[in-house]
């Protein structure tokens, strides 16, 4: 019962659940949604950074890095160069 009573409590207080918080902030702040979700991504990025890693994660990390690396250039040699182009000019726009 005490699952029941907990989920019973956040379909009636919609605040208490993380998008209800994520909400809440925006109304009671003059932040934006993008601003926020920046701002949550770097503090996560940071959080993150911070935990270290073992020589095993650190050499699976390697691993997978190379193999997406040698993906992205083989697909990006199949791709045409004006869809190139428009991916260029679109990730330029949405970084301004």
């Not at 109304?27 to 993150?48: G, I, M, P, V, W």
């Not at 950074?49 to 997406?68: D, H, I, R």
Request: no cysteine; aromatic share 12%; net charge negative.
């Amino acid at each position: 019962t005490q699952s029941l009573d907990f989920h019973y409590e956040l379909i009636t207080d919609s605040q208490l659940t993380p998008s209800g918080r994520v909400l809440a902030h925006l109304q009671n702040t003059t932040e934006s949604y993008k601003d926020f979700s920046l701002r949550q991504a770097e503090n996560h990025k940071n959080y993150f950074s911070q935990l270290p890693l073992t020589t095993k994660e650190t050499e699976s990390f390697k691993k997978v890095s190379a193999q997406s690396v040698e993906t992205a250039a083989s697909h990006a040699a199949s791709t045409p160069a004006d869809f190139r182009q428009y991916a260029a000019d679109f990730q330029a726009a949405y970084r301004s």
